[in-house]
């Protein structure tokens, strides 16, 4: 939730007539978080919203399963998994999500859409953000348009009614990750009026917001919801996306990643200095090019260190990877919790004099062990865990 937003034709006061030219009245909808207690949207709609007749799903991905290896059975280590290896499912995003890692909070997948989407969609498990490695396109919701390109990040409010059109010339990358206990800014960034603070890595300018279009009629009548890990069809007379004003602080927008401010300190800053986005039981890092540490003596590198309350995701966008070795755009590394980790040999000591880092990744340290799919157990390097060893120790 950035700020209070209103577009369109709105009353001037909360559950009063809004009326047509012509008379007509029309219909609000409330779209409220935790109840009535925490942030809302209204729509004005010119058709009563609720009125869709159940049908038969559709379209949907495969839901994630941990893979049948039981986790007390599978070994600790750090793992590597290349989703750049993996057959690339095609279709429409709604049809084409792989999930790789899963926990109680937390979904992790990977998708390469090459078609739009043919129905609406509401995720009403979970808040979603999408980070697009490659492609493009236009995210279409009852509350108007949120183009998005390479290297942005998408929100979509749990609930929002959407549907994705992806740029059919560009070869399309994204990372989905699915919010189940929501998703926000760090409390740490605003101050208590809710505005972000001078000294946060973003500005409220750095958001781009929903383009506000009206009533569209797309000729689309059908709506998948997903509640529960499970798909359900709904059939509209009318279009749902028939919204023609509304007000409130609940809608979706695109932040890129590159517009996030990077600090640099007189020693290693740790993670929680890129910290990005919070949601229940994780902290979603961006780490951008920027200045390396200033002390005379500094090592840049990140520390080995031991992870005893978290699994660290890391995925790799782009840049020059210093602490690693092996891995690409498309790479992920996680490190359970219970195993120290840290650079590749060699890595800590040539950082030593650098001055700065191209590195671009999306990270994630959850509380709750994440649990691999069979997908991602397909692409796995089985090498990694033992990268790690000194061949001259």
């Not at 779209?31 to 010119?46: L, N, V």
């Not at 070869?171 to 206990?181: H, R």
């Not at 500094?298 to 992870?307: L, M, N, R, T, V």
Request: charged residues 25%; aromatic residues 10%.
């Amino acid at each position: 939730m950035l700020e209070r937003l209103v577009v369109g034709d709105v009353p001037a006061k909360h559950h009063i007539q809004l009326r047509s030219p012509e008379g007509k009245l029309r219909y609000e909808e409330c779209f409220t978080r935790e109840g009535f207690d925490g942030p809302y949207t209204i729509f004005y709609h010119e058709h009563r919203p609720h009125t869709a007749r159940v049908s038969v799903p559709q379209h949907g991905w495969k839901i994630a399963s941990p893979a049948a290896t039981l986790p007390d059975l599978r070994p600790l280590s750090r793992r590597h998994y290349q989703t750049q290896k993996m057959p690339r499912q095609r279709g429409a995003p709604i049809d084409a999500r792989a999930p790789i890692l899963t926990n109680a909070d937390v979904t992790l997948s990977v998708l390469h859409p090459d078609k739009n989407d043919p129905v609406y969609f509401v995720n009403a498990d979970a808040d979603e953000l999408f980070f697009v490695l490659e492609g493009g396109g236009v995210l279409r919701t009852m509350l108007g348009d949120v183009p998005f390109q390479k290297f942005d990040y998408v929100c979509i409010p749990r609930g929002i009614m959407h549907r994705f059109d992806v740029d059919a010339d560009k070869e399309q990358s994204w990372l989905s990750i699915e919010c189940k206990g929501g998703l926000d800014l760090l409390k740490q960034w605003r101050n208590e009026v809710g505005q972000l603070r001078m000294d946060a890595p973003y500005s409220h300018r750095d958001f781009h917001k929903v383009e506000f279009k009206g009533l569209v009629d797309e000729g689309i009548r059908d709506v998948v919801v997903k509640k529960g890990d499970a798909f359900h069809g709904f059939t509209h007379k009318h279009t749902p996306f028939d919204v023609i004003g509304w007000d409130g602080s609940v809608y979706p927008w695109a932040f890129p990643i590159l517009n996030f401010q990077p600090r640099a300190g007189l020693v290693h800053l740790p993670p929680t200095w890129h910290g990005t986005f919070g949601t229940r039981g994780a902290l979603i890092c961006s780490f951008v090019p920027r200045m390396t540490d200033f002390h005379p003596l500094a090592i840049p590198c990140p520390y080995p260190h031991s992870s005893v309350d978290c699994d660290e995701f890391l995925f790799y966008c782009d840049g020059n990877f210093t602490s690693r070795k092996g891995v690409g755009p498309g790479s992920v590394s996680h490190h359970p919790m219970g195993v120290a980790h840290g650079p590749h040999p060699g890595s800590y000591e040539r950082s030593i004099g650098t001055t700065h880092t191209t590195e671009l990744a999306v990270m994630l340290d959850t509380t709750l062990p994440l649990l691999p799919t069979g997908i991602a157990l397909d692409v796995e390097d089985p090498a990694y865990h033992d990268s790690f060893i000194d061949p001259d120790e």
